[in-house]
């Protein structure tokens, strides 16, 4: 008899708790549909002021968004003709807000600047982007460097 009576407070335990989890279920959704039409006002908000971006401000807009220069990338487009290899470099010859910048550097430029080849190896380039780094320290031959901004060039790579 007293293993029924237990069971039968674990069946009421059981119930209470069942009953607890619904109750809260129901508390966030209810809450969640109070939110959704602000939510999508917002969100509908971002997308039309992107899409009004003229297209090259809509390409450069992912690497602004974690405080890359982006200015570096439109002038290698103008300087590095679209058939040769350039490699980038980062270092602390610049200031950044975050240390994803540096390491967004490099991929943004293989998306910007294709179809031109990215290499690893700066010796392997025909043209160093510099983001803070140091050429001089490259083991290159540098030829024509581009100043685009303090702590970034733009360099030829002389064989």
Do not use: C
Not at 66 to 93: C, E, M, W
């Amino acid at each position: 008899m007293v293993e029924a009576v237990a069971r039968a407070l674990r069946a009421d335990e059981l119930r209470g708790v069942r009953v607890a989890a619904l109750l809260v279920a129901a508390a966030a959704l209810a809450i969640a549909l109070w939110h959704l039409p602000g939510r999508f006002r917002t969100v509908n908000g971002e997308v039309a002021r992107f899409a009004s971006l003229p297209l090259p401000e809509r390409r450069l807009w992912p690497a602004r968004t974690i405080d890359v220069d982006t200015a570096v990338y439109v002038t290698a487009r103008q300087v590095i003709p679209l058939h040769d290899t350039y490699a980038v470099v980062t270092g602390p010859g610049i200031g950044v807000s975050t240390p994803t910048t540096y390491e967004a550097v490099g991929p943004f430029a293989g998306y910007y600047l294709a179809p031109r080849p990215q290499v690893l190896d700066p010796k392997q380039a025909q043209w160093v982007i510099s983001y803070g780094g140091d050429l001089d320290k490259l083991g290159v031959r540098v030829g024509r460097v581009v100043q685009v901004e303090p702590g970034v060039q733009i360099a030829q790579v002389l064989r």
